[in-house]
T-cell receptor, first 112, second 115 residues
Framework: GESVGLHLPTLSVQEGDNSIINCAYS??????FIWYKQESGKGPQFIID?????DKRQGQRVTVLLNKTVKHLSLQIAATQPGDSAVYFC???????????FGQGTRLTINP | NAGVTQTPKFQVLKTGQSMTLQCAQD?????MYWYRQDPGMGLRLIYY???????DKGEVPNGYNVSRLNKREFSLRLESAAPSQTSVYFC??????????????FGSGTRLTVV
């Protein structure tokens, strides 16, 4: 069945370091992937997306990498700041489907 | 501000009571969704409406009903609340065009406790 999962439920990094959050997906028919950030008490917010015909996409301080061979997605956050503390979710869309499937989430905490 | 508005933000119900969670979006989006989020878990889809006039079940529809009242509004009803329905509920919408094309815009959530 379709599933999106994460390698680590929690990640703790030093302020200023780079963060890497990983995600595994199981459906080879997924054609679109999104990373969301959810701060405490708020709804998820879009960070960055990538289509399956791409390997890498960069935004402001964030990069998403897609490895279709091993069905792996990662989110890299450069120079992590206290405001990056949140739970990060990956989501996938299966080709032809109307809805997204979300992973469990990774909590990112920043150490001063 | 444009976005997805959910009401109420907090609610406590007794087992067996009923209530309706309201959701409205002002972005002219076609699709709307209801998710629940439990501690330590991701978002699970309850129901969705791909377009006005249609609704479909998601992963966890039991105990819920929905109504797509018009293009703007999508409500979620609990007919007889159970403690297992204690959760945070999120409504989301998605437009057919724009950036991101399949990204959702989420509301701020309704925290529901059933005692």
């Amino acid at each position: 069945g379709e599933s999106v999962g994460l390698h680590l439920p929690t990640l703790s990094v030093q302020e200023g370091d780079n963060s890497i959050i990983n995600c595994a997906y199981s459906n080879s028919a997924s054609d679109y992937f999104i990373w969301y950030k959810q701060e405490s008490g708020k709804g998820p917010q879009f960070i960055i997306d990538i289509r399956s015909n791409m390997d890498k996409r960069q935004g402001q301080r964030v990069t998403v990498l897609l490895n279709k061979t091993v069905k792996h997605l990662s989110l890299q956050i450069a120079a992590t700041q206290p405001g990056d503390s949140a739970v990060y979710f990956c989501a996938e869309k299966i080709q032809g489907a109307q809805k997204l499937v979300f992973g469990q989430g990774t909590r990112l905490t920043i150490n001063p | 501000n444009a976005g997805v508005t959910q009401t109420p933000k907090f609610q406590v119900l007794k087992t067996g009571q009923s209530m309706t969670l309201q959701c409205a979006q002002d972005m002219n989006h076609n699709s709307m969704y209801w998710y629940r989020q439990d501690p330590g878990m991701g978002l699970r889809l309850i129901y969705y409406s791909a377009s006005e006039g249609t609704t479909d079940k998601g992963e966890v529809p039991n105990g819920y009903n929905v109504s797509r009242l018009n293009k703007r509004e999508f409500s979620l009803r609990l007919e007889s609340a159970a403690p297992s329905q204690t959760s945070v509920y999120f409504c989301a919408s998605r437009g057919g065009q724009g950036t991101p094309p399949y990204g959702y815009t989420f509301g701020s959530g309704t925290r529901l406790t059933v005692v």
